[in-house]
């Protein structure tokens, strides 16, 4: 078990002792463009601090009436010698977010639900269209997409990001910006790094070791800098192993721009850290590396400590220019006139093709699903009316409309009409409704109906027994920024009303043997072993945007046959979570908030753990069904260069047939077991993976997938460089992490070979040991 007294103790010295982290790695050796430094020498030093330093929330000057209530501005320059405009920053993850009745965007399907199409083509598609609808608003840069990583289920904004796994989350993460950017606007991945949880995010210290940074916190960010070139990064709130993660040069210039050759800016999440309370914390975050300071307001400080002579001109130049260098690619600085007019229809069936495209069939016994189109439904839940089409904070949307479920089914099926009155008069009269605080929504929701105890229910209950086909209940959860979830019921579990309300209607339903299904209208993972057996399909829709209830029908009534894969696991119980007894951190100061929080299971997060460590879970990562089947042939390893050069590769190659009677889209992933000679590594670590094309029954498609070097590296902390080690790898070309019956393939790599040299950085603070923080480490 951890020892927490340990930690506590040292922890306590380091939190006290909040240092400038100082890195002996070199600064980013970047090229300027001549209309840059011309710019530069344009501008007078209070200029120049005014670019690094937004203007606050509220509308700075010159700013056209079509972008009121956006999350940040860039400041223009009007002096004498030069004009640059103003430049406009919006939210968010799953649309343009834009306080302001005035204007409705866009509400697509969140993070997780795209990650869960694993179709990066897709995923572009929806960042094209997102980033689009963003040009015609007159935005200049998008703040997305979120690309920390969901290694706990109860993580706050959790939909807000792809997957526990950082490959999936860099592809989808690169895939993204690819899309956004394709329209001439920029893109930020944010929150970089450790932003993986909300509980006090603005003071929580978190302490993780260099390779479990390495591999898993910063990987993603890695792979999407390296495909996609993202605008800009936005630093995260919280501390890294007692530095502020904005104030890390190591992370922030050694990393970011040295090793990964990152050539954007990097502006810092709004009011984070300590620029307020502290006169130089401004200072510090621009020499570390952070350009841009949001929303703004520290121009008396960043003046003050240049005054001191904490932060030369010299400082101040090099974050101008990083900034310059994407103001002069913006659409305000070449002058473009934002029509304002936005194709709502265009993007509606993207939102409806794509949501269905990631919803996840999680069981479906006796092919339960699907349910023919014009059947008699009965549909049960409050989150037929009160249907969440994301999540809220500064992830929520304004959007033009919403399809709940009871409208999206009604438009397939027959729904049971005295039942879904009910429910319309039983939401109206027990709503509860709160404010977002980020969007000027109103976030409504109810408590379950009482089965027991509602008469006029029971009676209804009977009756939709006798004259329906099958039983759809619906069931939500929200989520969002500022907090996180909890593990206790009416959240992580379903409450007492939910999972009697699931026992009541398949009791009566089946007693006429009528199937009953469970839609799961959530933001991330909830407990599904208390009611599994109850169910004989479970359909997870997570949060589909605007689209929500079509895109459940569509997948109910078989018009989609379902092709989601699960990017997160869902364990058989919380406590099974290996960081489940340290999540969300340990309070030393007893003001109630947790000051630090641990990266306790390392390198095993998620199904890295799970499959390591023998865990069962109720369903893995990677997992989801089909309405049809599929066999998985010929696997082989096509051709392997792995040598010494950074560029060389191993292809696999298999055949995916579709063997059952409808069409259908699959999607195969490449696990690999590495060797343990120097370190220790996962059971399987997902390495590549694809999605056939849409097979019609009896068709054949042969996939392939290339592993560069790069990517079947493992980090050694010993010698701070990626290292593919010498002996046999093992690879599983599966539809999911459960590689049990999946035939094995395998290589070996005579030599070890290192793959890159890096800096010495990201230490544990003074006096930490690795044994510490980690407490999950395999027997050898
Ligand atoms: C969030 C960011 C967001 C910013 C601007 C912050 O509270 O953490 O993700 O981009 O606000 O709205």
């Known amino acids: 078990m951890l020892n927490t007294n340990k930690y506590k103790k040292k922890l306590a010295v380091f939190i006290s002792l909040l240092v400038l982290f100082s890195s002996s790695c070199s600064a980013d050796p970047e090229t300027r463009s001549d209309t840059v430094s011309g710019y530069i020498s344009k501008l007078s030093l209070t200029d120049k601090m005014i670019i690094l330093t937004g203007p606050g929330n509220y509308k700075p000057a010159g700013v056209g009436n079509l972008v009121y209530g956006i999350a940040g501005y860039i400041n223009g320059v009007d002096n004498k010698e030069l004009k640059l405009p103003v430049v406009k920053l919006a939210d968010g993850p799953a649309g343009i977010r834009i306080n302001s009745e005035n204007y409705k965007t866009s509400s697509w399907p969140s993070a997780t639900l795209m990650a869960s199409t694993w179709d990066l083509d897709l995923i572009e598609e929806v960042g094209t269209a997102m980033g689009a609808e963003a040009k015609k608003l007159g935005i200049d840069i998008i703040l997305a997409p979120g690309m920390n990583i969901q290694r706990n289920p109860l993580i706050g904004r959790n939909f807000e990001y792809y997957s526990e796994d950082p490959l999936l989350t860099g592809k989808a993460g690169a895939a993204f910006v690819r899309g956004i950017q394709s329209n001439g606007i920029g893109a930020t991945v944010k929150h970089f790094f450790g932003n993986e949880s909300e509980t006090?995010?603005?003071?929580l210290n978190v302490i993780s070791d260099p390779r479990t940074l390495r591999e898993i916190y910063l990987r993603g960010f890695q792979i999407a800098v390296k495909e996609s070139s993202p605008w800009s990064v936005m630093s995260s709130y919280n501390?890294?192993?007692?530095?502020?993660?904005?104030?890390r040069s190591d992370a922030l210039t050694d990393i970011l721009r040295g090793e990964w050759g990152f050539e954007g800016f990097v502006m810092s999440d709004w009011y984070a850290g300590?620029?307020?309370?502290?006169?130089?914390?401004?200072?510090?975050?621009?020499?570390?590396?952070?350009?841009?300071?949001?929303?703004?307001m520290v121009l008396p400080q960043l003046s003050s400590s240049v005054e001191k002579g904490l932060l030369t001109e010299d400082d101040i130049n090099r974050s101008v220019d990083r900034i310059l260098g994407r103001i002069v690619q913006s659409p305000s600085y070449k002058d473009y006139k934002p029509s304002g007019k936005l194709s709502f229809e265009d993007n509606a069936k993207l939102i409806r093709r794509a949501g269905a495209e990631g919803m996840v069939?999680?069981?479906?016994?006796?092919?339960?699903?699907?349910?023919?189109?014009?059947s008699k439904v009965a549909l049960f839940g409050v989150a037929q009316i009160a249907t969440y089409k994301g999540g809220t904070g500064s992830g929520n949307v304004l959007s033009p409309y919403m399809v709940n479920m009871a409208d999206g089914l009604s438009s397939e099926f027959e729904l049971d009409n005295e039942l879904k009155q009910f429910y319309i008069d039983y939401f109206n009269k027990n709503k509860i409704s709160r404010k977002d605080?980020?969007?000027?929504?109103?976030?409504?929701?109810?408590?379950?109906?009482?089965?027991?105890?509602?008469?006029?229910?029971?009676?209804?209950?009977?009756?939709?027994?006798?004259?329906?086909?099958?039983?759809?209940?619906?069931?939500?959860?929200?989520?969002?920024?500022?907090?996180?979830?909890?593990?206790?019921?009416?959240?992580?579990?379903?409450?007492?009303?939910?999972?009697?309300l699931i026992k009541a209607v398949s009791s009566k339903f089946h007693s006429q043997n009528k199937k009953v299904i469970v839609v799961l209208n959530v933001d991330s993972v909830v407990d599904t072993a208390q009611w599994v057996e109850y169910a004989d399909a479970i359909l997870l829709s997570y949060f589909g945007g605007q689209e929500t209830g079509n895109q459940v029908a569509d997948i109910i009534s078989g018009k989609v046959n379902p092709s989601g894969k699960l990017a997160q696991s869902f364990p058989l119980k919380y406590e099974d979570v290996p960081n489940s007894g340290t999540f969300p951190g340990f309070d030393i100061n007893k003001d109630g908030k947790p000051d630090f929080i641990l990266n306790n299971e390392g390198i095993?997060?998620?199904?890295?753990?799970?499959?390591?460590?023998?865990?069962?879970?109720?369903?893995?990562?990677?997992?989801?069904?089909?309405?049809?089947?599929f066999s998985v042939e010929n696997p082989k390893i096509k051709t392997n260069t792995l040598s010494k050069s950074n560029d060389s590769t191993i292809v696999f190659q298999a055949d995916v047939k579709n063997t059952g009677t409808v069409s259908g889209k699959e999607v195969l992933q490449v696990y690999v077991q590495a060797p343990e000679k120097v370190l220790e590594k996962p059971f399987i670590e997902l390495k590549a993976f694809k999605k056939t094309k849409l097979l019609s029954p009896g068709e054949n498609q042969v996939l392939s997938f290339s592993i560069d070097a790069d990517e079947l590296a493992s980090f050694d902390p010993n010698r701070n460089s990626w290292i593919i080690e010498a002996g046999e790898y093992k690879v599983y070309i599966s539809n999911s992490s459960d590689v049990k019956n999946i035939q094995q393939l395998s290589f070996s790599i005579k030599k070890e070979i290192v793959v890159a040299e890096c800096s010495d950085s990201l230490a544990l603070p003074e006096g930490v040991t690795v044994s510490d923080v980690v407490n999950i480490t395999k027997k050898r």
């Open 200 to 203: 006090n995010r603005k003071f």
């Open 239 to 247: 501390f890294v192993n007692s530095v502020y993660a904005n104030q």
């Open 274 to 296: 300590n620029v307020f309370s502290d006169q130089d914390a401004a200072a510090r975050m621009i020499k570390a590396g952070t350009d841009l300071i949001m929303p703004g």
């Open 361 to 374: 069939l999680l069981k479906n016994d006796k092919s339960a699903l699907p349910i023919s189109s014009g």
């Open 437 to 500: 605080s980020f969007v000027p929504v109103l976030i409504e929701q109810a408590d379950e109906v009482s089965v027991d105890s509602d008469a006029d229910f029971a009676f209804l209950l009977n009756n939709a027994a006798e004259s329906n086909s099958s039983a759809i209940i619906t069931i939500s959860r929200m989520a969002g920024e500022g907090g996180d979830r909890v593990a206790s019921a009416g959240d992580y579990y379903l409450s007492e009303r939910e999972l009697e």
């Open 604 to 629: 095993y997060v998620g199904y890295r753990y799970y499959s390591s460590f023998g865990q069962e879970v109720s369903f893995p990562f990677g997992f989801g069904l089909s309405y049809t089947n």
